[in-house]
């Protein structure tokens, strides 16, 4: 298929699947000697685009589905493998959630001390204490 119609399909841009062929997401197989000046994607490729959203949008970057996406090319992703990678995720995603927790709290208890204040009274920016 032409890449007018696999970004109709995918869903994906033809810029964004323009990239991930520059990055060697998704990789085509060699044109043979002679054929059309236009790029003919397999339905591989649309599978492999699908998956790459489902991953996007489950928070894994483009450098993470490629470690998935290699696995699989070399037959090593095995469920165990997948399990470790997703809970290998979901640890940085709770460590993700508490440094913003902490931010919230810092941020209320400035927004407190800044509702103490006189209304037009005018600071220098130092006295927001930030927490390091």
Known sequence: ???GQLSKLSGFSKDTIRYYEKIALIVLPKRKTGSSKYKDYPEDILHLL???RKYKELGFKLEEIRELIVLQSIRVLDI???LQLVEHKLNGIDAEIDRLHAIKLQLNREHQLLLRKKTG???ALPEMRMAA
């Open 1 to 3: 298929m032409l890449i």
């Open 80 to 82: 165990s493998k997948l």
């Open 50 to 52: 699908n998956a790459i």
């Open 121 to 123: 009274h005018i600071i």
